[in-house]
């Protein structure tokens, strides 16, 4: 895998990572805050 595939290989697992962390059962996360949480992250990272 070439350098900048593991990079967006990495962005997307620590984001399903995030993803899943927000949805296991007894969060308390509702659906606009995940949404929230997911584009603060997108914005944050480099790509």
Do not use: C, Y
């Amino acid at each position: 895998m070439s350098k900048d595939d593991q990079v967006l290989a990495d962005i997307a697992r620590r984001m399903l990572r995030l993803e899943r962390d927000m949805t296991m059962p007894g969060s308390a996360t509702s659906a606009a805050a995940r949404v929230e949480r997911l584009a603060k992250f997108i914005e944050e990272e480099q790509f």
